[in-house]
């Protein structure tokens, strides 16, 4: 059984952190990339309406479309994210409702439901099974002692798991529908509801069928695995702990040892949404994303300095890992 050896500092850390200035929320910072993403919600509208004025083959006008909206949308997941987290407004409440326009309207996803699974569970019980359940994914194959038997999964698992980046999306969509129905948060609900006509509705009315279809074809297939493939860096491959071992750590070697960061500069943070800085991500979850990389360079300081084990890998480094682990399912 794994016991607790790093020391209990973090509020060392912390506040080093926060002199810096680096725990400061972004309103206005935070405000403009949500104005970016509604102005660019209203740039896809006018390729939609004016879309026989455009004149290039309607193939390359489909995967544009879609290879903008993707982009829109990741960046809507990241804002998303980062509302719920109180990095741009202190005020909960005020977070969880500016958090639909990008979560129900632009998505069809259930602020609530990720509010609920990211930030309660996962986040204080991180790659604890019996709270977390990202770690279970896959039949519990990355949850040593929680792995099921599944036969069929087993014969087929790189197939299955490497397959399943690719419908990340519509996974997301499901599960929060799922979540809402059942605990019966009719009002979000509704606006989720809305995405259909409002974004989806525009645009197989406007143009062709065959153009309509390959905008989402593209925009599914390029969202999915983007998301997919920054999300499983996180925590995959990480040490994972039972909920009585968890118990004794200490807040950061909890977070420490059951998360992973990625090498990379200002654009592999772009492209990962900050989840790259994930150790950092899950010391101070409030802390805005604009901000990891200098939290990232004093937490790998600290961790230096005081001789704990700081867990990064380039990405490549990360899905060989989860790879590995998946093997010996």
């Known amino acids: 059984m794994s016991v607790a050896t790093y ?13 810096a200035g680096l ?28 879309w026989d004025a455009i004149e290039i083959d309607s193939i390359y006008k489909s995967i544009a479309l879609g290879l903008f909206m993707c982009i829109v949308f990741t960046r809507a997941v990241f804002v998303s ?30 602020s609530s439901w990720w509010d609920f699974k990211h930030n309660v569970n996962h986040h204080t019980w991180c790659n604890v099974p019996q709270k977390d359940e990202d770690i279970l994914a896959m039949d519990g194959a990355f949850a040593p002692g929680h792995t099921g038997n599944k036969t069929w999964l087993r014969n087929s698992k790189y197939l299955i ?68 493939f920054g999300f499983i860096t996180n925590h995959l491959g990480c040490e994972v702990f039972e909920k009585e071992v968890g118990e004794k750590f200490s807040w950061m070697e909890l977070q420490m040892r059951t998360s992973r960061s990625l090498r990379g500069g200002i654009l592999t943070h772009w492209f990962y949404g900050g989840l790259n800085t994930q150790i950092e ?3 101070f979850p409030k802390a ?14 600290f961790a230096r300095k005081h001789n704990m084990n700081y867990f990064e890998t380039s990405p490549i480094e990360a899905y060989v890992q989860i790879n590995n682990v998946l093997k010996g399912y």
């Open 7 to 19: 020391p209990d500092n973090f509020h060392e850390l912390k506040e080093e952190v926060r002199r």
């Open 23 to 50: 725990l400061d929320r972004v309103p206005v910072r935070g405000s403009i990339e949500m104005a970016a993403i509604i102005l660019s919600m209203g740039i896809i509208y006018a390729i939609v309406l004016f």
């Open 81 to 110: 994210h980062d509302i719920l987290h109180r990095q741009y407004f202190k005020s909960k409440s005020f977070s969880m409702k500016i958090s639909y326009p990008f979560s129900a309207f632009i998505l069809s996803n259930s």
């Open 161 to 228: 798991f490497w397959g399943a980046m690719f419908f990340m999306y519509p996974a997301f969509i499901v599960q929060s529908y799922n979540f809402v129905i059942k605990r019966k948060l009719w009002g979000e609900l509704f606006l989720m509801l809305m995405h259909w006509p409002l974004v989806w509705g525009v645009i197989f009315y406007s143009l062709p069928i065959m153009d309509a279809l390959l905008v989402l074809a593209t925009l599914n297939f390029v969202l999915s695995p983007w998301l997919a």
């Open 281 to 283: 991500h899950h010391l």
């Open 288 to 301: 805005p994303r604009f901000n990891l990389l200098k939290v990232q360079k004093m937490t790998k300081d």
